[in-house]
């Protein structure tokens, strides 16, 4: 028997793959709003601010849970399980998609998946997250509660999802935020017992590190999706709008040199000369030097000499600041499959 609508929506707020008989038509882009209940109640949780009050400590700690977490979605979604920018043993893949999971941003194969996709036809109709096509606020929030949306395309991702520990993070994507969520509340009780003085406990450490923080973070990302394709200036002459823009890439820790990265998604860094900041290549730089991640792929030199063709506002670069050219580096798809459950 099939499971009613409400029923599978409301199982898979926990088991993403539950009631796997009621498969989603990959054309229905209606909002499921039972499945997009926890996304709302989220924002409506940060009201508690105005119950629970707040403390440096308490905003200290949600800015550091933003930044940390950015730098998951950022570093290790996007840069790795993404675009496969650099390597990393299988124990540490492992840790890298337990920190993605913790941004609340669901598993790293949906969020490759859908991102992939997006390269694959960006700005496109069939681009479910184009500004261009569907909107600001489509592009921002929208897609991601639609029923078209919520599966994961494992074809697109085959490389990733031939590893059970990602399939199991993926299928079970509330796990570890419920974790972190958990901690926090933890953490709080724990300083207010030891710590007085900071003037925190256990529910405002779970309101503004875990909530305020997730929601600050989530609607950063979506700036990538909707103003990165709209707002700043295009260096490369690429097919779409993305666009270079510094603001977003201080808030994003480097995603805002989107026009960069979509002439050339392959390399590991976002910004491509000295003066365009990239929080994350540097984090990832120093990642490497711990041993964690290795062979971080570079961008060309031709690349590299072609961005500033057109750029005569740009300062002149550094000698010696150029990156050596890479190896010659496959995207990790280039045929975009269907939407499958
Ligand atoms: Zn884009
Ligand atoms: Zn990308």
Redesign the pocket.
């Known amino acids: 028997m099939k499971t009613p609508r409400f029923l599978a929506s409301m199982s898979r707020w926990i088991d993403s793959s539950a009631a796997a008989e009621a498969v989603e038509n990959p054309e229905d882009q209606r909002v499921d709003w039972v499945r997009a209940l926890p996304f709302f109640g989220l924002h409506l949780t940060c009201l508690a601010v105005f119950k629970v009050g707040w403390s440096w400590t308490a905003v200290a700690v949600c800015l550091a849970m933003y930044f940390v977490r950015m730098f998951a979605v950022t570093g290790f979604y996007h840069r790795y399980f993404s675009h496969r920018s650099f390597r990393t043993s299988r124990a540490g893949q492992a840790l890298l998609a337990v920190w993605g999971s913790a941004a609340v941003q669901r598993g790293p194969l949906w969020w490759a998946a859908h991102h992939r996709l ?2 694959l036809r ?1 700005d496109q109709p069939p681009d479910v997250h184009s500004p261009v096509q569907h909107g600001f606020l489509w592009s921002h929030v929208g897609w991601i509660l639609s029923r078209a949306n919520f599966p994961t395309n494992l074809k697109i991702v085959a490389d990733l999802a031939r590893y059970p520990e990602l399939k199991f993070l993926d299928r079970y994507d509330t796990l570890v935020p419920f974790l972190l969520a958990v901690s926090l509340l933890g953490l709080g009780g724990l300083l207010q017992a030891v710590a007085p003085g900071l003037g925190t406990n256990a529910w405002q450490m779970l309101v503004w590190g875990f909530f305020v923080s997730t929601i600050l973070l989530f609607h950063g990302t979506g700036t ?2 909707s103003l ?2 709209q707002l700043g200036s295009k260096r490369f002459k690429t097919t ?1 709008e ?1 666009r270079n823009n510094f603001f977003l890439a201080l808030i994003t820790l480097g995603e805002g040199w ?1 026009n960069n ?2 002439h050339y998604p392959q390399a590991s860094r976002m910004g491509f000369y000295w003066w365009e900041i990239d929080l994350t290549y540097y984090g990832l730089l120093a990642l490497e030097k711990l041993g964690l991640i290795w062979d971080l792929k570079q961008v060309p030199d031709d690349v590299l000499e072609e961005g500033l063709l057109d750029a005569p506002e740009a300062p002149a670069p550094v000698p010696g600041t150029a990156v050596p050219a890479a190896s010659a580096v496959a995207q990790p798809v280039r045929e975009p499959a269907q939407v499958v459950g």
């Open positions: 997006h390269h960006s990538i999706n990165a394709h779409d993305s989107h990265h979509h």
